[in-house]
């Protein structure tokens, strides 16, 4: 076997916000309507904080809001209480938000045998009705979310569904999604969105040449 030969396409894994499709603004502007009770200063603080870690969950975002710009430590109920509220503020919008130009496309025509997983950082009961909602789980093997890690999620269908890591890829817009994926040894396809990835990253604007910037990572 040619040693420089490039391995063979096992899975891909997505994000989904801002990914799948274009919701990044409405979660955005939930942070801005759920802490409005604050000072302007607070509440972009916390809007940053929220932009510059895309892909985590909103209880651990929440829970950091309170401890380390308003000072004040929640407890975990309380925590919850938080994250049902923007639940509510997000759920039907999301539903209804536009595909990110290219995303169904691509997974309407996706490769045949080759396993397409979402990991996200939305809990993962809401995800799956959204997905539901949204009559597009079918194009997904597995929908998992918070509270779990992503890169545990990552290893968990490695080992289960037996795959390579150097064998698959996967698509984010986050520093989350790039991190889980170098911890996990999986390839990185960026989607541009508000955080710039390390020089050298892969990045698309959307994902109208998804399919051709797999195609060019693997044989």
């Not at 607070?42 to 904080?49: E, G, N, S, T």
Request: a negative charge; aromatic letters at 10%; hydrophobic letters at 40%.
């Amino acid at each position: 076997m040619d040693v420089l030969a490039k391995p063979a396409l096992q899975a891909i894994f997505f994000d989904f916000d801002g990914v799948v499709i274009d919701s990044t603004l409405t979660k955005t502007q939930a942070f801005y309507s759920l802490f409005a009770g604050f000072d302007d200063e607070i509440v972009d603080q916390v809007v940053a904080y929220h932009q510059q870690h895309g892909g985590i969950s909103r209880v651990d975002k929440i829970d950091y809001a309170h401890r380390n710009i308003i000072g004040k430590q929640l407890e975990t109920a309380e925590v919850e209480q938080w994250a049902t509220r923007y639940s509510e503020l997000v759920f039907e919008k999301v539903i209804g938000v536009e595909w990110i130009p290219g995303a169904k496309e691509f997974l309407e025509a996706k490769p045949d045998g080759v396993p397409c997983f979402v990991i996200s950082g939305t809990p993962e009961g809401e995800l799956k009705m959204i997905l539901a909602r949204r009559e597009i789980s079918y194009h997904f093997s597995e929908i998992l979310g918070s509270p779990v890690r992503k890169p545990n999620h990552i290893r968990d269908i490695l080992s289960g569904y037996q795959l390579s890591a150097e064998r698959c890829v996967f698509i984010g817009d986050a520093l989350t999604d790039y991190n889980a994926a170098h911890e996990t040894g999986l390839h990185f396809i960026g989607i541009q969105g508000e955080v710039p990835f390390p020089e050298g990253t892969v990045v698309l604007k959307d994902c109208c040449h998804l399919h051709e910037t797999i195609t060019s990572m693997f044989s």
